[in-house]
């Protein structure tokens, strides 16, 4: 080997490292390929599976990222908004019939209590009992925990028989018009805010008439949520006819080929026969401008008013013949027990709730989802819907104002949803 050039010593050399080099490298690729199967085989990293398709962004998210929320969560929430009333109710129950209580007269006496104070409310408490106690005798029940089931059947019962949906726009002829209604801070402009919201995102093009005329500020709130839902919003000045801005928007809905037109009106006192007046007028109007609407007429009730929710529900119904509640505020209360009270005593399907202010808090009312919520907590997905641009609107017509929301995608401006 001494007696080789130089040159060619070098160039031995260089050809063993290079061989080197080349089997090290392979070695490295295998074992990195093998780590990789075994992470695809358990279910890991799927370096080695083809590249799922992009998602395509939306062209223009107009509802806020919180109203596409994962539905894993919605459940969650549920339970999370009823849990006041939940500690109230179930909590209570689970107290009065823990250990092997007997079924005597003390304890339907203290559940008679329980139930109302929990706003169930004097009937609905009288009939659930006679329900129970017929069970318990039928059973020849000794033990008391059994009439924790009895209940929550029961209640699922009532709930069910007087559930509905809220109306769908592809059923009517011309835009589906939801006029809202109740007494001063109910929550009527929230829900349309979020209702508006949901409508957008099954893909409908939504106009909100404002119009409450009366309270200050009540015109700027609308147009807040008619932004961050990606609605247009209807206005006139304040102090203007509230009938006449009914119209202008159900005109305009016409005219657009809107689907969905919602109408928002001043708060008012149930008690007020002049301000029901005035209501009624508004529901006429829209009447005689398309035929047939309002097809809905949706009364928002505060769950925090408790058994008043039950006398507004009649005289709102007795004025402009209510089709369905929005029962709102579930979540800040202890009293969301007047729901069973709503549904046993009155003749109008419970159709939405509210469980907060955000703009993705309002909820179909589902009486089974809601009872497991409240009796069992349970976990589940209950989503529905995604989200999708609304069309855009680009002109104003016959003189009224149009503010066209539809393709603002900006995050939505803080403060909105306050009163
Ligand atoms: N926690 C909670 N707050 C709600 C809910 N719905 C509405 N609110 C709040 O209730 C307050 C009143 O809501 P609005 O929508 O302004 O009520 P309104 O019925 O339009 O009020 P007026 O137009 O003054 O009659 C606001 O602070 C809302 O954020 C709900 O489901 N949960
Ligand atoms: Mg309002």
Known sequence: MGNLPPAVLIGGIAGLVAVVVLVLGLMVRARSRSQAWEQVKDGGASELLPAAPKARA?????????????????????????????????????????????????????????????????????????????????????????????????????????????????????????????????????????????????????????????????????????????????????????????????????????????????????????????????????????????????????STNGQNAIAQARQFTAAVGVTGIALTKLDGTARGGVIIGIAHELDIPVKLIGIGEGIEDLRDFEPEAFVRALFDGESESLGRGSNSASEAAKDVERGIVVEDFAQDTGTPPSGAGTG
């Open 58 to 302: 939306p062209a223009a998210p107009a509802v806020p990222a919180a109203a596409a929320a994962p539905p894993a969560n919605v459940f969650g929430r549920l339970v999370q908004g009823l849990s006041r009333t939940r500690n109230q109710v179930v909590v209570g129950l689970d107290a009065l019939f823990r250990g092997k209580k007997k079924v005597d007269e003390a304890l339907w006496g203290s559940l008679e209590e329980l139930l109302v104070t929990s706003d169930v409310g004097i009937n609905t408490t009288t009939r659930l009992l006679e329900t129970m106690r017929a069970a318990a005798a039928r059973e020849e029940l000794e033990d008391a925990s059994r009439l924790r089931l009895i209940l929550r059947d029961e209640v699922l019962r009532i709930l069910t028989s007087r559930a509905g949906k809220i109306a769908d726009p592809s059923a009517t002829d011309g835009p589906l018009v939801v006029m809202v209604v109740g007494v001063n801070g109910a929550g009527k402009t929230t829900t349309i805010g979020k209702l508006a919201a949901r409508y957008v995102a099954a893909g409908n093009k939504v106009m909100i008439a404002a119009g409450d005329t009366f309270r200050a500020a009540a015109i700027e709130q609308v147009m807040v949520w008619g932004r961050r839902a990606g609605a247009e919003v209807i206005r006139n000045d304040a102090d203007s006819d509230p009938a006449a801005v009914a119209h202008d928007a159900v005109t305009a809905g016409l005219a657009r080929g809107a689907d969905v037109v919602i109408c928002d009106t001043a708060g008012r006192l149930h008690t007020k026969s002049d301000l029901m007046e005035e209501l009624r007028k508004v529901h006429r109007v829209i009447g005689k401008v398309q035929s047939g609407a309002p097809h809905e007429v949706l009364l928002v009730l505060d």
